[in-house]
């Protein structure tokens, strides 16, 4: 290994300005008010970086120590880091390399720099190659020094053991030890940028492609949403947790009146309330767990409810009670517990943790906490949504993608009747009211027609799971839990056979897709993003079933999960010459910012852009991103009905 540390600003340039690709990585220790923290130095509000290692040849790196307490550190280093950000971060001919690229490009933003493309985040590649046949690396697989261990044989010490309890601003920088692990990393990456891209090109071209174009400029996009964080208006949490609080209280004493004080604990699933439920009161068991006991879970709270109502009409109270109980426990423990536990000391705001590569379709996971799983108005008494709001001078903008996963349906499937729909900028829900129902398209776009309501629910419910292969039987419960409806099962398989009928196009495609499946056992995104499917060999009905549903829904969820990033790919481009707008979540389809209120017109219209552009020459569906704007993310105006008010004021 040649590994050296440098710290004249020539040699620095001299190693570092060139052509080829550059691996990098950060070493970061906590500030001083922040030393006893636990992470802080993986905190970009709470640390700083102590030093940067780089690498052009494998086996050869170089360290640059920036603020170590003893040694030599880097000189001119705001000349160096003007010189890095040209040369090598924002340099858009230059491939700049990291593992986790989120964390490097977090600590980069925070000094005002945007990695832009080309760039290379081996921890996704990582993640897109196989370590055994239909099974690709998870992220806990894709450690580097787990790596570095299987694929090199590299005994690479752990952080742990080279610091022995340090920060690692206090190691000597010209120490072997200290400039040997910094310039490791560096060094590994490079290899496996190498040795990961030479496996693409044997195996799985496309990967290297949405490597490359799509993950890690998305990581780029993570850190940023990392670094600024989510605001919160504390205030109101508190005065919503001291609500909940007493909603709780007297939900639980009218069920204590019910069931004589019977422990339900925090979330009525104790063994003393089933024993209540099925010895005292004597209900049959509807379903059990996995273990063959008796369950009380959701839907089996919801199945004793509907026995009751025609058996025991007496208890139904109880069961609309516990499931108003387990809803605000849930509200108060997730949404207001929870959240007030992640906000940060040093910005009060929450800061979670993006994996774009969190699902296996490539869209994204969220947790520390899952902000993802926010809930919409229609189910939040308490208004979570709320809680995030804008501060003193801004304002929260979304870009939500409007009906994305029917649109790819629509390009992916080739039904004339949909692809119409969509190219016309028609209905789509109304048009598959006509279908179903056998009704004219004025009767089910007429707001004042019969059954308009109901009919359009079922619809829209169809839409939203037709396209991965909707059962009879699990329309049926869909329209019951989703909304509200309690429709016959034979009408169910009515509603699917007509809309089959009145969508050719689409169970062609599923039927073919189904046999290709089987034959390839994978599925794949219009890109190449593939998901192995071996369930479709097995002689078991759950599993094929599941896997030929995973067949159906991987190109859609999969295909519109790749747009997204190839939005945020093209938002991170655009970024450096708008360092006001801050991305702060992204939600499902959406994407959430917070800039300045005179910006507005400007962001919407870059980021519309953005997310509209065709993503690919064949895909003939028009894309839409619906803006809205607002002070609290509860509480948002459409960007139409906004740019109508401003007109008449």
């Given at each position: ?356 590569l969190g699902t296996e379709t490539g869209r994204f996971a969220a947790r520390n906490p ?74 089910a776009v007429d707001k004042n027609a019969p059954d308009y309501k109901e009919h359009r629910?079922?619809?829209k419910n169809c839409n939203f799971g037709v396209f991965y292969g909707l059962f009879p ?177």
């Amino acid at each position: 290994m040649e590994y050296r540390c440098l710290t004249d600003l020539d040699q620095i340039k001299e190693y570092v300005d060139n052509d080829r690709p550059i691996a990098f990585d950060f070493e970061t220790s906590p500030n001083e008010l922040y030393r006893r923290e636990d992470k802080a130095a993986l905190d970009a509000h709470k640390a700083h970086i102590v030093g940067i290692s780089f690498s052009v040849d494998e086996g050869d790196a170089i360290y640059v120590p920036l603020t170590h307490d003893s040694g030599t550190n880097a000189e001119q280093q705001d000349e160096l880091w003007a010189f890095l950000k040209t040369s090598v971060f924002e340099n858009k001919s230059r491939v700049k390399i990291a593992h986790n690229l989120a964390f490097e490009a977090m600590f980069l933003y925070a000094k005002g720099i945007i990695v832009q493309q080309p760039c290379y985040d081996t921890i996704a590649a990582a993640q897109l190659t196989l370590k055994a046949p239909y099974e690709f690396r998870t992220l806990h697989d894709s450690r580097l020094k787990l790596l570095a261990i299987q694929l090199y044989g590299a005994d690479k010490p752990s952080f742990e053991k080279v610091t022995n309890g340090r920060h690692f601003d206090e190691m000597y920088p010209q120490e072997y030890e200290t400039i040997r692990y910094a310039c490791a990393d560096s060094d590994y990456t490079l290899r496996l940028y190498y040795r990961f891209n030479a496996w693409f090109n044997s195996y799985l071209p496309q990967h290297r492609v949405i490597v490359e174009q799509l993950e890690s400029p998305t990581a780029v996009y993570c850190g940023m949403m990392k670094y600024n964080g989510v605001p919160v208006d504390r205030v109101l949490m508190q005065r919503k947790n001291a609500e909940a609080t007493s909603k709780i209280d007297i939900i639980k004493s009218e069920i204590d009146s019910i069931t004589g004080g019977v422990n339900i604990g925090a979330n009525a699933s104790t063994a003393a309330f089933k024993k209540y439920l099925y010895e005292t009161l004597g209900l049959p068991v509807l379903k059990t767990t996995e273990k063959n006991k008796e369950a009380a879970d959701d839907a089996a709270m919801q199945m004793l409810m509907d026995w009751c109502e025609k058996h025991k009409p007496e208890y139904v109270r109880l069961f609309e009670l516990i499931q108003e109980y387990r809803k605000w426990g849930k509200l108060k423990s997730t949404y207001i517990d929870g959240y007030f536990s992640h906000i940060n000391d040093e910005t009060y705001r929450i800061h979670p943790d993006f994996m774009p590569l969190g699902t296996e379709t490539g869209r994204f996971a969220a947790r520390n906490p899952n902000l993802q799983n926010c809930p919409r108005k229609t189910n939040d008494p308490i208004g979570v949504r709320n809680f995030i709001c804008a501060t003193s001078g801004n304002i929260l903008m979304s870009l939500d993608f409007s009906q994305i996963e029917l649109r790819v349906g629509a390009f992916y499937c080739r039904d004339e009747k949909m692809l119409e729909t969509y190219r016309s900028g028609g209905d789509i829900h109304a048009q598959t009211t006509s279908v179903i129902f056998n009704v004219p398209f004025e009767v089910a776009v007429d707001k004042n027609a019969p059954d308009y309501k109901e009919h359009r629910t079922i619809a829209k419910n169809c839409n939203f799971g037709v396209f991965y292969g909707l059962f009879p039987k699990g329309l049926q419960q869909t329209l019951k839990f989703k909304a509200g409806l309690d429709t016959p099962l034979d009408r169910c398989r009515a509603i699917i056979a007509n809309l089959k009928a009145g969508y050719p196009g689409l169970t062609k495609w599923q039927e073919e897709t189904k046999k290709r499946a089987q034959i390839t056992c994978y599925a794949e995104t219009w890109l190449g993003r593939r998901r192995y499917l071996p369930g479709m060999l097995s002689d078991d009905w759950g599993r094929h079933s599941f896997a030929e549903r995973c067949a159906l829904n991987t190109p859609i969820q999969g295909t519109a999960a790749d747009i997204l990033k190839a939005a945020c790919a093209r938002i991170v481009a655009g970024l450096p010459e708008r360092m006001w707008l801050k991305p702060l979540l992204q939600i499902h389809d959406e994407l959430v910012f917070e800039l300045p209120i005179d910006k507005l017109d400007e962001a919407v219209e870059f980021v519309k852009a953005c997310m509209e552009q065709q993503p690919y020459p064949e895909f003939d569906v028009p894309i839409v991103a619906e803006a809205a704007i607002g002070l609290r993310f509860g509480n948002m105006t459409e960007w139409e009905d906004f740019i109508r008010e401003r007109e008449q004021v």
